[in-house]
């Protein structure tokens, strides 16, 4: 089964969270925050009002509690609109 986003929506999957700081303290799992960047797995194709800016395999920057999150063959995916895409990663 797949997840294909419709019009302006794009789909993410999250970019681990570091575990330890750069002191080299290690985090437990409940001090972790939620990571903010992903990489787009699908994308959708847009609307005149918000054309599609990222495609599959960019790393992004998404606002911190945007999207919907949904859960596939055990993988976790956030389905959020483009307009809550607010940087690409380089």
């Known amino acids: 089964m797949t997840i294909k986003p419709l019009a302006d929506r794009v789909l993410l999957k999250s970019v681990e969270a570091e575990e330890t700081t750069a002191s080299g303290i290690i985090l437990a799992s409940s001090a972790q925050e939620k990571p903010e960047m992903s990489e787009v797995v699908a994308v959708g194709t847009g609307t005149d009002e ?5 495609s599959v395999g960019d790393k992004v920057i998404i606002s911190k509690y945007s999207g919907t ?3 596939l063959d ?6 959020a609109e483009i307009k809550d895409v607010l940087a690409v990663v380089e």
């Open 50 to 54: 918000n054309p599609m800016t990222v």
């Open 69 to 71: 999150q949904v859960k």
């Open 74 to 79: 055990g993988v976790e995916y956030t389905i």
